[in-house]
């Protein structure tokens, strides 16, 4: 029989060497064999893993109280209209037939909700125009106003105008001091209601400090009062929009730039506004404001409906691609006075783009959370 056969017939020659075998490897047919690390592992316990069958899942996690959610047990209901015929036929129907709000009324809520966007610290806003007449002063009180009219926290809106300001005039009167009253009582100012007592308020809520009345004095407020203003202002208010003069190179300018989280730049919709408002994104391009230039937003202020023969398409497209946004304010009779502000007479039109303009200005608050902050 031949060697390594059995007298079955089967082979007996052994394939390991068992001294030799091991982790080490072993000798098979004097060669020298590495078995792989898996013949030499351990098997597991509970033995190798089987691929699952097609449709398995696992079992579903048992419920717990955290399930019982207002908005997993409540069915949705939709909110009925607020007006319109769909608020007639909501009514007439027995509350059996509801809409909901029309596309407009719901681009609206949404506009409102965007400027509602909370904040964690002060806001500043800068409005700022190189040319005179071309309504700077109205549209920081009417847009105060939207914010303030929206908003629950306290708004306040500062006359930074080194000539006579005139926003105090778009609020009813309710005191003579001014910002530099304010200055010269800093130090006894530690509650909201010793700073009620500086400033007047409007029906909308907005606040406004005025400037000094009297020029010759008003144009010695410098860069630190106004930085001194501010301080004073953060305390106490949400948001600071400050109402700026015409001249780029008075005093406080400087601190008004750099203390500003966004610049809204005003334009007529007449050529030479639009070329003023222009050369002031310039002169803050030149002086190192590039980054300002491209946040701010435009505003084309006063415009008529089909009047006059300037192509408003080409003035829009011009700065929308200087700034972050452009909003167009439609002219308004009540605007128009030059005397207090009521948003309530303003029209429907002009009340939605004010609207549009708070939105878009939110759209830059910062974004921290409520985590974050507190840490």
Request: glycine share 8%; hydrophobic share 35%.
């Amino acid at each position: 029989m031949p060697d390594g056969f059995d007298k079955g017939g089967f082979r007996s020659q052994q394939r390991f060497h068992e001294s030799n075998a091991g982790p080490e490897g072993g000798i098979a047919n004097g060669v020298h064999f590495q078995p792989p690390p898996d013949w030499t592992a351990a098997t597991p316990p509970i033995g190798f893993p089987q691929p699952e069958p097609p449709g398995w899942a696992p079992p579903p996690e048992p419920p717990t109280s955290n399930d019982l959610t207002t908005a997993h047990l409540l069915r949705p209901v939709k909110p009925p209209p607020s007006g319109g015929w769909r608020k007639w036929l909501y009514l007439v129907s027995f509350k059996t037939v509801n809409l909901g709000e029309s596309q407009r009324v719901t681009h609206r809520n949404n506009l409102v909700a965007q400027a509602n966007r909370p904040l964690q610290r002060c806001y500043r806003i800068a409005l700022m125009s190189l040319k005179g007449g071309v309504g700077k002063t109205t549209i920081t009180a009417a847009l105060g106003g939207t914010f303030a009219s929206i908003r629950g926290d306290r708004i306040v809106a500062i006359d930074a105008n080194p000539d006579r300001g005139t926003l105090s005039g778009k609020v009813p009167l309710e005191t003579l001091s001014t910002v530099r009253h304010l200055l010269r009582d800093a130090e006894g100012i530690e509650r909201y209601s010793d700073m009620r007592g500086y400033t007047s308020q409007g029906p909308s809520r907005l606040e406004v400090l005025a400037s000094e009345t009297d020029p010759a004095v008003s144009e010695a407020f410098s860069s630190d009062d106004y930085t001194r203003t501010l301080d004073i202002l953060e305390r106490f208010y949400s948001l600071v929009l400050t109402d700026c003069g015409t001249g780029l190179m008075h005093s406080a300018m400087s601190a008004v730039l750099s203390r500003s989280d966004v610049l809204v730049v005003i334009s007529s919709g007449s050529v030479d506004g639009a070329r003023s408002a222009s050369a002031t994104l310039d002169w803050l391009d030149a002086h190192g404001h590039q980054e300002m230039v491209r946040n701010s937003i435009a505003v084309i202020n006063g415009v008529r409906p089909r009047s006059g023969k300037v192509d408003l398409r080409k003035v829009v497209d011009h700065f929308a691609r200087r700034c972050r946004a452009v909003r167009l304010v439609p002219f308004d009779p009540h605007l128009e006075e030059g005397a207090e502000i009521s948003l309530g007479r303003l029209k429907a039109d002009t009340r939605e783009a004010l609207v549009e303009l708070a939105a878009v200005v939110a759209d830059g608050f910062p974004t921290t959370n409520r985590h974050e902050a507190l840490v």
